[in-house]
């Protein structure tokens, strides 16, 4: 016959194990949750550099970034250093063309941001006048192959 001792000792041996079962089932859900948060991080930050690569095979202004030099951004954007340089008002030399923009702005005192807005639009511009340019002597080369078809009738 069981005495009240063994019977406490059994409860306590029952009580310690489910204690240890809801400890296990706890620490398992926190490391599925992590691990779900972290895949879901990762396949975020993926997506992230997607878009920007994206961008950046766009020649997207939206793509330049502190850390890049001005002749990085002129190769990237398909525009001539010596205009960006004109754009923001800075001589180009060598000491400046191995400067990030981070860098730039810290020496004209002008803040990071607004030096790269200044870019975008300089490069908008200079697209702009491009295209305008490009298609006016397209239409300049066509016209007269159209004339001599023309006159040959």
């Known amino acids: 016959m069981p005495t009240p001792a063994t019977a406490m000792s059994g409860r306590s041996l029952v009580l310690s194990l489910k204690l240890k079962i809801l400890g296990l089932v706890l620490l398992l859900c926190l490391a599925v949750s992590t691990t779900v948060y972290a895949a879901s991080s990762t396949y975020h930050a993926v997506q992230h550099l997607q878009q920007q690569s994206a961008l950046v ?6 793509s330049i970034r502190p850390w890049m030099t001005i002749p990085y951004v002129a190769h990237l954007c398909h525009v001539p250093t010596a205009y960006l340089y004109q754009a923001l008002h800075i001589p180009e030399t060598p000491s400046v063309q191995h400067l990030t923009l981070h860098a730039l702005a810290l020496r004209t005192k002008r803040p990071v941001d607004s030096l790269i807005r200044t870019l975008q639009q300089a490069i908008e511009t200079y697209r702009q006048q491009h295209r305008t340019s490009s298609s006016t002597s397209m239409a300049e080369q ?8 023309g006159e040959r009738l």
């Open 57 to 62: 095979k766009a020649g997207d202004v939206r």
């Open 142 to 149: 066509a016209a007269p192959s159209v004339m001599a078809e």
